[in-house]
Nanobody
Framework: QVQLVESGGGLVQAGGSLRLSCAASGSSFSITAMAWDRQAPGKQREWVATIISGGNPNYSDSVKGRFTISRDNAKNTMYLQMNNLKPDDTAVYYC?????????WGQGTQVTVSS
């Protein structure tokens, strides 16, 4: 079992920046991939970005060039640097992690971008 705790959400004006963090703990099985999803009010959850051990990060077209995903293995923490935020980025952001036992999700952190 992997526990994930997100932090860093909040209210920001359009054009501003936020950095989300996701701290992982629990299972001794190595996490092979971590990702961020988000869910806006009234919409389905959508994938935002993924970082795979030993691989390059991948981003959805809607955030490419504005968001950067990174991971600090020593701290068991993943980050999402979000720049040039837009009102359409308003959502609950969820951290996910995958290891040999399955996929896990955090409780989410709210990001609200005002116009």
């Amino acid at each position: 079992q992997v526990q994930l705790v997100e932090s860093g959400g909040g209210l920001v004006q359009a054009g501003g920046s936020l950095r989300l963090s996701c701290a992982a703990s629990g299972s001794s099985f190595s996490i092979t991939a971590m990702a961020w999803d988000r869910q806006a009010p009234g919409k389905q959850r959508e994938w935002v970005a993924t970082i795979i051990s030993g691989g390059n990060p991948n981003y959805s077209d809607s955030v490419k060039g504005r968001f950067t995903i990174s991971r600090d293995n020593a701290k068991n923490t993943m980050y999402l640097q979000m720049n040039n935020l837009k009102p359409d980025d308003t959502a609950v952001y969820y951290c996910t992690a995958t290891n040999a036992l399955g996929r896990y999700w955090g409780q989410g952190t709210q990001v609200t971008v005002s116009s």
